[in-house]
């Protein structure tokens, strides 16, 4: 579904991502670990069309993301979850979900309404909160807001950015749980950046390590999860 | 907040004590004001399209009103244009103009932004200055006529009056139906995230374009009624104070909300009128006025309106329960 052949990413004179070629298949649940600074962001940026790639080529669904703009890539079924959530805090938990509908949303069954009751169903909270500011949601119900963002689009394949990034362990835990969920009902493929590698690694199909933008270690979690070397860096053995 | 039936009566009733105030004000002065305090209101709505609805802080926007001003009187004293041509035209070329100056929000963002187009506004100025076959210059642009429409005169104070709110009421109505669109919706998500904006498949290029554009319409209508309200216009008058006055406007009365912008210009153009036993000093309390509102007022007037009224609401309920 997804497939990134040599992908070269940078900013100004600086190259941050090397040759990266990774595989997403049809719902399939694909990690990519790495520390801060590996290119985990940028490479997400890239797919959704936020900064042009350099080289290589991204394909999704058969069309070509390279080149591409971001709303037309939205519109294919790609919706990308960024890291810092990046809700709207001035409009209501509702009107952020308005803005991310798209011509997907209305031609799928029940169309507008189907979509928010289908993501308030897996996210009750916002239901409760509907007409309340988006500033004014506590972090995790941020980061729920921003994940029903992604669904109200109809997406065939979600990029999701370090959705544990300053939430208590106990809402990480949720969210993933969650994640987990959506896939079942959805049947949506993921491609999920984290930090966080032992949550990570209990939701992924499998997983890419990355290093200063490269792939240095692929496999499915599992095994990468019983590699040494990843326990000692990633999960503090 | 959310009490739609509240604000059909506010509206209202603000829009009865409009139509009633020339009753109220005897003297052809203080007519005066009221048309100034009129067209600032449309221009500083315009505006807040642009600097509270969708977050770009512009220093130029003076200079489209300019534009706007000069395009009117050029085509209706020098080519004998009706005065609706005039305001047609107005429109289309301050409009085109805020297009162009939409091209570098495209690239730069923040500071940058509000400094470039403080240096489009300048160069603009100077421009009108220097094309003294057309602006006569710093000497100024004088005769200008009142509005005619269609043979019917507006060279009285009542009537122009009327006219200036009747373009004030349409301004405010297009703000408040464009707000509850998608465009609102988008205008406001760029503000407040513009990488979320753009992963939710919102084209930020084009709504930034379209904010710029639209104000700019309103700016040069603005400009367009000045000149042919006041009679005379110079390139002096359309300075860097007059957009620090116009930004006041926005903030003290509340950016991003409908009645803050209307609220804000009538307030800093009556209040020179009010003050004006303390004379020059007035700007004193501008200043004070300006340094208040940052610390206690910081979503102006308008927002602390709204948050006494949900307040007294809350307090209301408590009460109800307890019965």
Known sequence: ?237 | MRGAGNRYVFWAVALAAALAAPLALTNNYQLGVAHQALIFALLATGYNLLLGFTGLVSFGHIALFAIGAYASAILVVTFGAPFLVGVGAAAIIAGLVGVVIAMPALRIKGHYLTLLTLALGEVIRLLIRSMESLTHGSQGFSGIPRPEIFGMSFRAGVPLYYLLLFALVLGVAFVWRIEATRYGRAFKAVRDSEIGAEVCGVRTDHVKVLAFGVSAVFAGVAGSLYAHTMRFISPEFFSLGLTITLLAMVLIGGRGTVIGPIVGAILLISLPEWLRFVKDYYLILFGLAIWLCAIALPDGLAGAAARLLQARNSVRGRASLRT
């Not at chain 1, 959805?186 to 290093?211: C, F, I, S, T, W």
Request: net charge negative; hydrophobic share 50%; with cysteine.
């Open chain 1, 1 to 237: 579904m997804l497939s990134v052949d040599k992908l070269c990413v940078g900013y100004g004179e600086a190259d941050v991502l090397h040759d990266v070629t990774l595989r997403v298949g049809e719902g399939e649940i694909v990690a990519v670990l790495g520390a801060n600074g590996a290119g985990k962001t940028t490479l997400l940026a890239a797919l959704s069309g936020l900064i042009p790639a350099r080289a290589g080529e991204a394909m999704f669904d058969g069309r070509s993301l390279v080149g591409a703009a971001a709303e037309r890539i939205v519109g294919w079924g790609l919706s990308h979850v960024p890291q810092g959530r990046r809700i709207f805090p001035g409009l209501s938990v509702m009107e952020n979900l308005v803005v991310a509908r798209t011509a997907a949303t209305d031609r799928a069954e029940g169309g507008f309404a189907a979509a928010v009751a289908e993501a308030e169903e897996l996210f009750p909270r916002l239901n409760e909160r509907r007409d309340q500011l988006g500033w004014s949601l506590s972090g995790g119900e941020q980061q729920m807001l921003a994940v029903a963002r992604a669904l109200v689009a109809r997406p065939k394949m979600i990029l999701l950015d370090e959705p544990s990034l300053g939430l208590a362990p106990m809402i990480v835990e949720t969210m993933f749980s969650t994640i987990l969920e959506i896939r079942r009902r959805e049947k949506v493929g993921m491609l999920v950046v984290e930090q966080n590698a032992e949550q990570a690694l209990r939701v992924a199909d499998r997983v890419y390590v990355m290093e200063l933008g490269r792939i240095v270690l692929e496999g499915p979690a599992d095994e990468v999860a019983r590699d040494p070397a990843i326990e000692r860096a990633y999960l503090g053995a």
